[in-house]
């Protein structure tokens, strides 16, 4: 049974940064993409970014490119993700997710973890 825990959450002030951690445990994800997002109070959950288990491949939405980059331990089995420059508007729930490259829905879902980022 694949598990996503997350980590590393927490209130920073608007400028500075946070590392979010993703620790996946329950098979081997050579076939999956892995992915961050995040739902705001009262918004809809929304995609951050992605990275691809084989071979490294990102992809990130409009609002984060630049500020915020996806990456991955293979020996650890986990991903992360480095947030720069945040603004008080990245304040949300974050969560990590799971899906086999070739098919559209993310199964898998982590717990969740607060990001503040005060004005």
């Known amino acids: 049974q694949v598990q996503l825990v997350e980590s590393g959450g927490g209130l920073v002030q608007a400028g500075g940064s946070l590392r979010l951690s993703c620790a996946a445990s329950g098979r081997t994800f050579s076939s999956y993409a892995m992915g961050w997002f995040r739902q705001a109070p009262g918004k809809e959950r929304e995609f951050v970014g992605s990275?691809?288990?084989?071979?490294?491949?990102?992809n990130y939405a409009d609002s984060v490119k630049g500020r915020f980059t996806i990456s991955k331990n293979n020996a650890k089995n986990t991903v992360y993700l480095q947030m720069n420059s945040l603004k008080p508007e990245d304040t949300a729930v974050y969560y990590c997710?799971?899906?086999?490259?070739?098919?559209?829905?993310?199964?898998?879902w982590g717990q969740g973890t607060q990001v503040t980022a005060s004005s």
């Open positions: 990275i691809n288990w084989s071979g490294g491949r990102t």
């Open positions: 997710a799971g899906k086999l490259i070739a098919t559209p829905n993310w199964d898998h």
